[in-house]
């Protein structure tokens, strides 16, 4: 993972990130999608959908884990704007530490009358981030920065390096053992979620475009805010039902989610950048 961001950052100059920080607009509104619309477009979704109070809390737990490396490769790939979406990664990475514990802890009152308080360990997450995401980023700009003909050679091959690394990421998140994908998935379950998590991630990309559109955003970054916003990030999905709460059955909506989420967002994004992206001038970015 460390290696993509690596490879994003490749592609992107300091200038980029001191731009969308002084016109902080697609910024703000990437966070209020995920922070806000998000969990209340899943809250919809797991109240209407006919499964178990278990379930029903890991579609919710989807809700809280936005973005992430995945997202940001997939709007490398369709040319949408890569420093807004690292951006929102990394500050979603900070918010999180609060957010997550809160309302995660809501959700299980709710769906399940439980009283079961999760924390996670801010020192460690916040080196792991920095580890993960902030320094290969930052690696990657400074090369493209001091050494630009290396990092332009460099990005001809990223469309190749790419791709290989994300099926390795998700083979590895598939068949790292049992702790990571061994919730005894059935068949049925899978015919019983897909339909509501595939709604949970078309509904998200749809209201985070919109949102875009009312603010009158650049079309790059409304496609970005789409993605980020429907793109979920389901490593940390896992993480949070399988160690922190300890229920195989809740890490079952996300692992359905991955089966449909990269391949369904992907190409909602690619085609509506092939079919409008091209016809609005670059210099409307904000």
Known sequence: ???ILFGLGLSLAPSDFKRLFKQPKSLAVGLF?????????????ASLAPVSPELKVGIMILSVCPG????NLVSYFVKGNVALAISLTVCNAFLS?????VLVNLFLKYFLAADQMISLPFLKTMTEIFIITVLPASLGVFVHHKFKSFAQQAEKYLNY???VLLLLVFLFKF???KESGGTGMKMEEIYQLAGWVIALNIGS???????????RLHFKNKITIAVE???????????IAGDKIANPAMQKPALVYAMFSFVITFLIAWIMMRMYGSRVPEKSEL
């Open 1 to 3: 993972m460390a290696l």
């Open 33 to 45: 999608s995920q922070m806000v619309l998000l969990p209340i477009i899943a809250f919809i979704i």
């Open 68 to 71: 992430g490396i995945t997202s």
């Open 97 to 101: 530490l609060f957010t997550i514990p």
């Open 161 to 163: 390096i790419l791709p």
């Open 175 to 177: 068949f790292a053992g």
């Open 205 to 215: 990309m749809i209201a985070g475009f919109v949102v875009g559109k009312s603010f």
């Open 229 to 239: 916003v429907g793109l979920h990030n389901t490593a940390l999905a896992l993480i």
